[in-house]
């Protein structure tokens, strides 16, 4: 079955660099573009990046601002999010979301990892 | 950039009865609307896609209908595990920050 594993989360400091990863597996991934979408504490939900399926083609939510950067590996079926300078307004649980289609563009999201929790406090 | 409005923000029904959660969005979508299904500390879970296109494993109770800027997810006989939060997003165009509603908690009274 289709399977979203996020990894990497935890509790930073304000201003320090984290990298999240989402291994993939039950499926071509080849075949899928993926996203990041992240989720504040009781807050909605948030797009963050989306990776194309050969990791050409990447684009950032407006507030990212060049502090995030995201990546994949397909030799081992992983996406990376890298985040630098965090803020307290980064805290939130991240996930990554399975696009249907190949490119990176809107889309909607059949299959979500079980999100890593990013806290970010001094 | 396209501004997605959910309404009620909150919904109690009884077991059994119907929910209607309503979704605007800013201008037209051409179709291109997502339901998703969030209980407390998982993931979402998409529901619909294409307006009104059931996700695999969903059950015929879950609908979605709707046109233009106006849609509507409906939930019939509503069970205690239907108890979450419901978020309508857009998949027409960018940017991806601002692609979901805010969200409508439906409680099972």
């Known amino acids: 079955q289709v399977q979203l594993v996020a990894s990497g989360g935890g509790v930073v400091q304000p201003g320090t660099s984290l990298r999240l990863s989402c291994v993939a597996s039950?499926?071509?991934?080849?075949?899928?573009?993926i996203h990041w979408v992240r989720q504040a504490p009781g807050k909605g939900l948030e797009g963050v990046a989306i990776?194309?399926?050969?990791?050409?083609?990447?684009y950032y939510a407006d507030f990212v601002r060049g502090r995030f950067t995201a990546s994949r590996d397909n030799s081992k079926n992983t996406v990376y999010l890298q985040i630098k300078s965090l803020r307290d307004e980064d805290t939130a649980v991240y996930y990554c979301?399975?696009?249907?289609?190949?490119?990176?563009?809107?889309?909607?999201?059949?299959?979500w990892g079980q999100g890593t929790l990013v806290t970010v406090s001094s | 950039e396209i501004v997605l409005t959910q309404s009620p923000a909150t919904l109690s029904v009884s077991p059994g009865d119907r929910a209607t959660l309503s979704c605007r969005a800013s201008?037209?979508?051409?179709?291109?609307l997502a339901w998703y299904q969030q209980t407390p500390g998982q993931a979402p879970r998409l529901l619909i896609y294409?307006?009104?296109i059931r996700a695999t494993g969903i059950p015929a109770r879950f609908s979605g209908s709707g046109s233009g800027t106006e849609f509507t997810l409906t939930i019939t006989s509503l069970q205690s595990e239907d108890s979450a939060v419901y978020y309508c997003?857009?998949?027409?165009?960018?940017?991806?920050?601002?692609?979901f509603g805010q969200g409508t908690k439906v409680e099972i009274k």
């Open positions: 979301a399975r696009s249907p289609y190949a490119i990176a563009s809107a889309a909607y999201f059949d299959n």
């Open positions: 039950g499926f071509t991934f080849t075949d899928h573009a």
């Open positions: 990776v194309s399926y050969d990791g050409n083609n990447i």
């Open positions: 201008q037209s979508l051409s179709g291109k």
């Open positions: 294409g307006t009104s």
């Open positions: 997003q857009q998949y027409k165009s960018w940017p991806p920050g601002r692609a």
